[in-house]
């Protein structure tokens, strides 16, 4: 009789665990209940605190239920947000914000658009991207658009490192060496064309015209040519020493970059993606 009671006390023992402890399959993966948080740590054998909502068996779910509890980490599951970037701010300081931004908001989708200040004018007037980065709009461009500056950049003439004029001043280079401006529709060639006038370089003809990264570091690194263009676009080739800077001490040649937009309901993520902007553009010197 003993051994009967015994015998019922550890059948029952083992009852109340079973009700207590979940079965052993699903004990492997605790999924917290945020699906985005769980994407970003992937999953682990060890069970983890979950958030306040509660937690979620994971591990012992069909391979859809799985892929509908992943779904808002997806890019694009939390909607589409369309960039207009210009190229001063396309090799260094979107890329920050851009990859900030996808630590907070994986499910966003950014959808980058590169180009002139005309061209990039044109697709934000017509709706066709919601965010425009960049410099300030001229006053005949702000109607109906809002603008939230960033930071401060200057307009600076460089050379290849080792070039034959350097350390000369600016006025004697420029009347020796090939000429590359910003293209008559950039925003900053007024200012060039204003400090060409003020040394005495009125109408100077370019070699050519750009504010291409690409093409104008091409020709300064094979030729003499010297080249008038914002400095958020040549910083990592003057910062790696590739490219020189011929003083110009003109304040002038300095203006506004930031974020311009439609003043109209704004996409999921917008504010957040604005947010980071001004968050790395606080102290940002190109």
């Given at each position: 009789m003993a051994d009967g009671d015994a015998e019922d006390r550890a059948e029952a023992k083992a009852d109340d665990r079973a009700h207590d402890e979940p079965p052993d399959q699903f004990r492997h993966v605790i999924l917290p209940v945020d699906p985005c948080a769980s994407c970003r740590s992937g999953p682990t054998t060890k069970p983890r605190s979950g958030s306040l909502a509660g937690t979620c068996v994971f591990r012992r779910l069909s391979v859809p239920t799985r892929a509908l509890l992943l779904q808002p980490c997806r890019p694009g599951a939390g909607g589409t947000i369309r960039v207009g970037v210009l190229p001063t701010v396309a090799t260094r300081f979107f890329p920050l914000v851009v990859l900030r931004f996808r630590t907070l908001r994986p499910d966003v989708r950014l959808a980058v658009e590169t180009g002139p200040h005309f061209y990039l004018m044109r697709l934000l007037r017509e709706g066709d991207i919601d965010l425009m980065v960049g410099r300030l709009?001229?006053?005949?461009?702000?109607?109906?658009?809002?603008?939230?500056?960033?930071?401060?950049?200057?307009?600076?003439?460089?050379?290849?490192?080792?070039?034959?004029?350097?350390?000369?001043?600016?006025?004697?280079?420029?009347?020796?060496?090939?000429?590359?401006?910003?293209?008559?529709?950039?925003?900053?060639?007024?200012?060039?064309?204003?400090?060409?006038?003020?040394?005495?370089?009125?109408?100077?003809?370019?070699?050519?015209?750009?504010?291409?990264?690409?093409?104008?570091?091409?020709?300064?690194?094979?030729?003499?040519?010297?080249?008038?263009?914002?400095?958020?676009?040549?910083?990592?080739?003057?910062?790696?020493?590739?490219?020189?800077?011929?003083?110009?001490?003109?304040?002038?040649?300095?203006?506004?970059?930031?974020?311009?937009?439609?003043?109209?309901?704004?996409?999921?993520?917008?504010?957040?993606?604005?947010?980071?902007?001004?968050?790395?553009?606080?102290?940002?010197?190109?």
């Open positions: 709009p001229g006053a005949s461009e702000i109607a109906g658009l809002t603008f939230d500056h960033l930071y401060e950049e200057e307009v600076v003439l460089v050379a290849r490192a080792g070039h034959p004029l350097a350390g000369r001043a600016a006025a004697e280079v420029l009347g020796h060496a090939p000429l590359i401006l910003p293209p008559e529709t950039a925003l900053i060639r007024r200012q060039v064309d204003d400090y060409l006038a003020s040394v005495g370089f009125a109408g100077q003809s370019p070699a050519v015209e750009t504010a291409s990264l690409a093409l104008g570091r091409g020709i300064c690194l094979a030729s003499d040519a010297v080249w008038f263009i914002s400095r958020g676009v040549v910083a990592e080739e003057l910062e790696r020493g590739v490219l020189t800077v011929f003083p110009l001490g003109a304040r002038f040649l300095s203006g506004a970059v930031g974020l311009t937009r439609r003043q109209v309901a704004s996409p999921a993520g917008l504010a957040t993606l604005e947010e980071v902007a001004r968050q790395i553009g606080q102290g940002w010197a190109p």
